[in-house]
């Protein structure tokens, strides 16, 4: 078989490769015409960062079987396009999270005793002893955004050296946290009790911003520290709390826009110690996302499965035109149980009834996960999601009956944290048509598209009045809407398809109304708010 390496990785991989009797071209620097012809008659592509793997790249390699990724990110992959030609996308997750942890230790340590400051006053001949007053980090409390691999990882060095550790992910189990000697507590606590602050969570619409001015002041007297993502911490704010005193310090080593620009304010700060993205730059972690996708390469080539594969489900290829529909159901009521769901979920169950308990649903289910991790992890797909809700301590079910009394069949999604839940059903009208038809025990019949709004209400005159008349005062257009209730005059939920989202000014005033209990947004990705950017790791 032919390897085309077209981004440099640690010569392990391509030995490993070679030794197994493979044929490795590398090509590097290359892209349009001279990539199209190159891969023309390779069997497997190895990229970093560097080469956007497109549609016309798959239309010009009709042998390709895998494209590896050597490390996490793969936004400079056409998955789609990918899965349309039979092709295996794989990455390699688990490479860099030593590196990224240690990284993050080194930084939290420079940031408290200003050890790249001192080490540049020094070189220049002053010795500065007495202008450097640093923090142990012994004692202190360590305030931990986003508790996945990294996370848990630093929380691990840290915490045996004293730091007492709070953290907020409202997808860790509880269990889990306790396994690592971590409080779990809301963003705000958070930051509120940290010294020490660490941020390690996706760059996504949600995260985005995230830590700006307002979450700043609440670590006040701080540090901050980030070697996850650019854009999750608003750079100005993050300069102006430094500069004005609010923070103590900051560590930065990935920016919204990289290379980061000469100008940044972030440059200009005594007090923030900056490096340029090194977070998975180390020897080891480079050899070992090389030998990863080495290995996952090995496998595509011997028909066994991809340990990290982006787009391959497993199941049986006959069995799959049955099963797939009812894959993006299962995602879609994920993704609405758990914005509907307001604790910290520790539990997912996935119920099957009528004709699709009959079928392989283990994909299903894992896209059902998919739908609930979505917003948390760099790459959540159906591949990896059941490993992602291990790793979080997340109990997952299944189950299956025969019996339907009113569906052919019926995909039920409930998220929990052992005392509460949600759970929203989904079923497959005539023609593959998704519709969701209960939420939270209410019958409903919602097309899950674009922007739903939620509201949970009394029953009582002119609720229906008020919710469109503040949509319409709002600019919001109603697409569709279902209205249902337990009983007369008693509880009832309606739900909308609205072509926007609703602005917070307008839903505090439903909120606001006596007869409203509970108003909820619901964003699903497939309409025309959907925001398809991304980020890559190195």
């Not at 992890?377 to 109990?395: D, L």
Request: hydrophobic letters at 40%.
């Amino acid at each position: 078989m032919k390897v085309l390496v077209t981004d440099p990785i640690a010569d392990a991989g391509l030995d490993r490769l070679r030794d197994a009797g493979h044929d490795v071209e590398t090509a590097y620097d290359i892209e349009g015409a001279a990539l199209r012809d190159a891969v023309a008659d390779a069997n497997a592509l190895v990229v970093r960062s560097g080469t956007n793997v497109t549609e016309d790249v798959f239309e010009a390699a009709s042998d390709l079987v895998i494209v590896g990724r050597a490390g996490i990110g793969v936004d400079n992959i056409d998955i789609d396009a990918a899965t349309d030609h039979g092709v295996i996308v794989a990455n390699a997750p688990e490479g860099n999270v030593r590196a990224a942890a240690e990284h993050t230790v080194a930084m939290s340590f420079a940031a408290a005793r200003s050890i790249p400051q001192a080490h540049t006053r020094l070189r220049a001949g002053e010795w500065a002893k007495s202008d450097y007053l640093g923090t142990e980090l012994n004692a202190k409390t360590l305030g931990v955004v986003g508790l996945g691999r990294v996370g848990q990882e630093v929380a691990k060095r840290l915490g045996s050296l004293g730091m007492e550790l709070v953290a907020y992910d409202p997808y860790i189990g509880q269990e889990r946290a306790d396994q690592l000697g971590a409080e779990l507590v809301d963003f705000e606590a958070c930051l509120e009790r940290a010294d020490f602050l660490t941020v390690h969570t996706p760059l996504t619409p949600e995260t985005e911003g995230m830590i700006a001015e307002d979450e700043l002041e609440l670590l006040a007297g701080g540090y901050l520290i980030n070697c996850a993502r650019g854009g999750v911490v608003d750079e100005t704010a993050l300069a102006a709390a430094v500069e004005d005193g609010t923070l103590a310090g900051a560590a930065v080593d990935v920016f919204a826009d990289e290379p980061v620009s000469p100008d940044s304010p972030l440059l200009a700060l005594d007090d923030v110690v900056v490096t340029p993205h090194l977070g998975a730059s180390t020897e080891a972690a480079q050899e070992h996302v090389a030998t990863s996708i080495a290995d996952q390469i090995l496998a595509a080539f011997a028909d066994e499965p991809v340990a990290n594969a982006l787009n391959a489900p497993s199941i049986d290829e006959s069995a799959f035109p049955r099963v797939q529909p009812y894959v993006e159901l299962a995602e879609t009521a994920g993704k609405v149980a758990a914005q509907m769901f307001d604790g910290r979920i520790s539990e997912v169950r996935v119920r099957y009834e009528g004709d699709i308990a009959d079928e392989d649903i283990e994909f299903v289910t894992a896209s059902g996960l998919k739908g609930v991790f979505e917003p948390l992890e760099w790459q959540v797909n159906a591949v990896n999601a059941p490993k992602i809700a291990e790793e979080r301590g997340i109990e997952v079910t299944e189950e299956k009956t025969r019996r339907s009394e009113d569906f052919q069949s019926l995909v039920t999604v409930t998220v929990g944290d052992g005392e509460d839940e949600v759970g929203v059903c989904g079923t497959l009208f005539t023609g593959d048509d998704p519709r969701i038809v209960r939420i939270d025990g209410y019958r409903v019949d919602a097309v899950p598209h674009g922007q739903m709004l939620v509201v949970r209400n009394y029953d009582r005159p002119g609720v229906l009045g008020l919710i469109g008349t503040v949509l319409g005062d709002s600019d919001v257009n109603i697409a569709g809407m279902f209205n249902g209730r337990e009983t007369l005059g008693g509880e009832a939920m309606t739900v909308y398809n609205l072509d926007s989202s609703v602005p917070e000014d307008a839903a505090g005033e439903i909120r606001a109304d006596e007869r409203i209990i509970e108003v909820k947004q619901i964003t699903l990705g497939n309409g025309e708010d959907e925001d398809t950017d991304a980020t890559a790791d190195d």
